[in-house]
């Protein structure tokens, strides 16, 4: 990877970013020298402009950044550093440099599901129960998924939130299972209602079927 040290008088800007919540932890600076430790050791190494000399995020503290990966933007003089954090990353003891809790949003997990479900379709282990529901086929698993969503509508109508939690759970389980097996994702789902949040999606729809462009 080619970096320009060049431009900023031998540093480049690293934005460090946690690699599991996506979230950005700090900004610090790089020089050749920092860089090369960084990817020796696996711990973020960074030069500092007021002392004028190398330091490596928790060697006092303990709150190391592990490098997960290092990628450089178009320019080739900024990096952009995915870390797993030890601990808080500010010197304040707050988790972000901007005093920011850094949190896994539950949301992100459907991706990571999405990509399991992915795996066992392309492995299909045996003895596993994802793998058994595409082994029965579309039909099937078609089947499952509306079972499951009559069971959620009677936990909402008669039943507890925590069982209406837990049925919905299974529902939104077997809707991935049956959207991998029809080769598609989550993201597909979310990318159309993210069009339909559009405030002239539904004027767009009209204009359409009456240009005779729907069906």
């Known amino acids: 990877m080619k970096i320009d040290f060049e431009k900023m008088d031998g540093l480049v800007p690293a934005i460090i970013q946690d690699a ?3 979230n950005v932890l700090m900004l610090g600076f790089m020089n ?8 020796e050791t696996g711990h973020v190494t960074f030069w500092s402009r007021s002392r ?27 990096l952009l550093v995915r870390v797993n954090p030890v601990g808080p990353t500010c010197h ?10 850094n949190e896994t ?18 492995e299909m ?5 994802t793998t058994s529901l595409f082994n029965k086929g579309i039909n ?12 959620t509508v009677i936990e ?6 925590e069982h209406l939690v837990y049925e919905a759970s299974d529902l939104l389980y077997h809707l991935l299972v049956m959207l991998t097996a029809k080769g598609l994702r989550i993201e597909d789902v979310a990318a159309e209602l993210q069009k339909r949040h559009d405030p002239n999606w539904d004027k767009k729809r009209r204009q359409e079927k009456a240009k005779g462009t729907m069906k």
């Not at 304040?92 to 809790?101: P, S, Y």
């Not at 949003?105 to 392309?122: A, G, N, V, Y």
């Not at 099937?140 to 069971?151: C, N, W």
Request: aromatic share 8%.
């Open 20 to 22: 599991t919540t996506k």
């Open 32 to 39: 050749e020298e920092a860089y090369k430790k960084t990817i």
């Open 52 to 78: 004028q000399t190398l330091w490596t995020k928790g060697e006092t503290s303990g709150h190391f950044l592990n490098l997960v990966s290092i990628k450089n933007d178009c320019d080739n003089d900024t």
């Open 92 to 101: 304040t003891g707050t988790d972000t440099c901007w005093g920011e809790d």
């Open 105 to 122: 949003s539950p949301i992100l997990f459907l991706t990571e599901l999405q990509d399991f479900i992915d795996k066992r379709k392309k």
């Open 125 to 129: 282990p045996e003895g596993s129960y």
């Open 140 to 151: 099937k698993i078609s089947q499952k998924v509306g079972e499951e969503a009559l069971e």
């Open 156 to 161: 909402a109508t008669n039943g507890t939130d």
